[in-house]
């Protein structure tokens, strides 16, 4: 099987460090993997993380300098087969489900006509949000993948709802169970 081309979009929270660890894997089973960071997730992980995990330029604002010519937001874009977004911050939700796109990874989901995820990553509070559950289920009308969430101790010390799924149970989302276990066999025979 030939590997996907998939997008990682990171919105600014915690779990940050888990998607790192989902991006490490992807490649590893053999994804291309464009990573496009919001500024608030650089204050969690800095794109040289991302950068060096998936061996590609990060996408970071909508007017970064370019060595070529591309309207970057949507040959991306148009390049995806499937696009996730881990982890999805109620802010960042809010704004897919509105029909915002004021920066560089609501303006590429925005242009994406591939298979997409969210995989949300909140406090209980937030999590529990009348608003928050409508805008997901406003995404899921309109066909976007949107993943449950783990229970345990948030990062804030309250227990509850809205953690970040393990990524390994990301990963076997992303590319099937089926799919993974057959590449990671063959990554294991190779090496």
């Given amino acids: 099987m030939q590997g996907l081309n998939i997008v990682v979009g990171v919105s600014g929270g915690i779990a ?8 490490g894997a992807l490649v590893k089973l053999g994804h291309h993997v464009d990573v496009v960071m919001t500024r608030n997730a650089e204050e969690f992980v800095t794109p040289l ?6 061996r590609n330029r990060v996408v970071r604002g909508m007017f970064d300098k370019v060595d070529r010519y591309d309207t970057e937001h949507i040959s991306l ?11 999805a911050t109620a802010n960042i939700i809010g704004k897919i489900a509105g029909g915002i796109a004021d920066d560089m ?8 006509k591939c298979r997409k995820i969210i995989a949300p990553a909140m406090n ?11 805008n997901l289920e406003k995404l899921r009308r309109h066909g976007y993948e949107v993943l449950g969430t783990a229970s345990g101790r948030l990062a804030c010390g309250d227990l509850g ?9 990301i990963l076997e989302i992303v ?17």
């Avoid at 940050?16 to 991006?23: D, T």
């Avoid at 148009?78 to 696009?83: D, P, S, Y």
């Fill in 77 to 87: 874009a148009k390049r995806a087969q499937v696009f996730i977004v881990v982890p």
């Fill in 16 to 23: 940050c460090y888990k998607a790192v660890e989902l991006v």
């Fill in 49 to 54: 993380t991302f950068q060096t995990m998936s």
């Fill in 161 to 169: 709802e809205g953690k970040l799924l393990p990524w390994e149970e």
């Fill in 175 to 191: 590319v099937g169970k089926a799919v993974m276990l057959d590449r990671t066999d063959q990554i294991q025979t190779n090496h």
């Fill in 105 to 112: 990874l609501t303006t590429t989901i925005m242009a994406a």
């Fill in 124 to 134: 209980t509070a937030m999590w529990e949000n009348p608003i928050l559950q409508e």
